[in-house]
C-alpha cells in the first residue's frame, strides 16, 4: 500500500503567474482534499474532488481550481498568484461513503513560494 | 461556523515530563475529532482518531480525550521525549464537512 505523494516538493514562481501542484491519493481512497497552510497557522481547507467532482470548497477565490482523474489522483491550479499565494499546499486522500468522510491521510506537501 | 482553538500556542518543558495539550471547538455536532503532528516544513502524521461516539483513544504514549458537551479535546503526552518536539494541530469535523483545524501548539522538549 502506497501514502499519499506530492508533487514537486517545493516551487518559486512570480506574482500573476500560474502553478499546477499534483496528488496521488493513497490506494484505495476515492476522495482528496486540498488545504493551504500559512506559516505559523493552521491548514485551511480549500476544496475536496469526490470521483471526479468537486465537492465542497472552502473559502478561497475561483482563480483556485482543481481536478481529479479516473485513478482518483488530483491537480490544483491557481491563476494570477499573489504574494499570499506563498504557502503550504496539503493533500490528504481518504475513502468516503455516501454521507461521511473517513479519516484523512496527508501527504508531505508542495512548499509554493510567490516572489 | 466551527472554530477551533488550541491553547497554549507554545510549550517548553524537560524531557520526562507529562504534558496535557487543548483543543477547543465551538459547534459540539461534530462527526470525529483528529491529532496530527506536524515537523517544521513537513507534511501532517495523524496520531488519534476519536469518532463522536468514544470518550477518549490511546496509542502507546499518547491518550486523547474528547468531551463534547463541553467542547473540549485533550491530548496527553507521557514520559516525553525529545522525538516529541514538534507542532501538534487538531482538527474537527462535522457531519458532511471538512476538517476544520486549530491553530496548532508548538512543543518543545528539552533534553
Known amino acids: 500500500e502506497t501514502g499519499v505523494t506530492q508533487s514537486p516538493t517545493h516551487l518559486i514562481k512570480t506574482r500573476g503567474q500560474q502553478v499546477t501542484l499534483r496528488c496521488s491519493s493513497q490506494?484505495?481512497?476515492?476522495?482528496v482534499s486540498w488545504y493551504q497552510q500559512a506559516l505559523g497557522q493552521g491548514p485551511q481547507f480549500i476544496f475536496q474532488y469526490y470521483r471526479e467532482e468537486e465537492n465542497g470548497r472552502g473559502n478561497f477565490p475561483p482563480r483556485f481550481s482543481g481536478l481529479q482523474f479516473p485513478n482518483y489522483s488530483s491537480e490544483l491550479n491557481v491563476n494570477a498568484l499573489e504574494l499570499d499565494d506563498s504557502a503550504l499546499y496539503l493533500c490528504a486522500s481518504s475513502s468516503r461513503d455516501r454521507v461521511l468522510v473517513d479519516e484523512q491521510y496527508f501527504g508531505p506537501g508542495t512548499r509554493l513560494t510567490v516572489t | 461556523k466551527q472554530e477551533v482553538t488550541q491553547i497554549p500556542a507554545a510549550l517548553s518543558v524537560p524531557e520526562g515530563e507529562n504534558l496535557v495539550l487543548n483543543c477547543s471547538f465551538t459547534?459540539?455536532?461534530?462527526?470525529?475529532l483528529q491529532w496530527f503532528r506536524q515537523d517544521p516544513g513537513k507534511g501532517l502524521t495523524s496520531l488519534l482518531l476519536?469518532?463522536?461516539?468514544?470518550r477518549e483513544q490511546t496509542s502507546g504514549r499518547l491518550n486523547a480525550s474528547l468531551d463534547k458537551s463541553s467542547g473540549r479535546s485533550t491530548l496527553y503526552i507521557a514520559a516525553s521525549q525529545p522525538g516529541d518536539s514538534a507542532t501538534y494541530l487538531c482538527a474537527v469535523r462535522n457531519y458532511g464537512q471538512n476538517f476544520v483545524f486549530g491553530p496548532g501548539t508548538r512543543l518543545s522538549v528539552l533534553p
Open positions: 459547534d459540539s455536532a461534530i462527526y470525529n
Open positions: 490506494s484505495g481512497h476515492n476522495t
Open positions: 476519536i469518532q463522536s461516539s468514544q
